[in-house]
């Protein structure tokens, strides 16, 4: 869909981001909930690291 408005890239786009798909997020949740310990500090990654800016250009330029 293109409603040929601008798409806001705050500052230069640069910071990065670990893009997880929201099921394996929620899947996550769900075993941390069940099998994790008390106190026990866990992290959720989905080791898909981009930048905004490429992921933004892959999407709405070249896409």
Partial sequence: MNNK????VYGNGNYTRDWLYVIDHAKAID???HQGSLGETCKIGGFKEWKHIDLVTLLFVNG
Wanted: overall charge positive; hydrophobic content about 55%.
């Fill in 5 to 8: 408005r601008p798409l806001p």
């Fill in 31 to 33: 075993l941390i909930f």
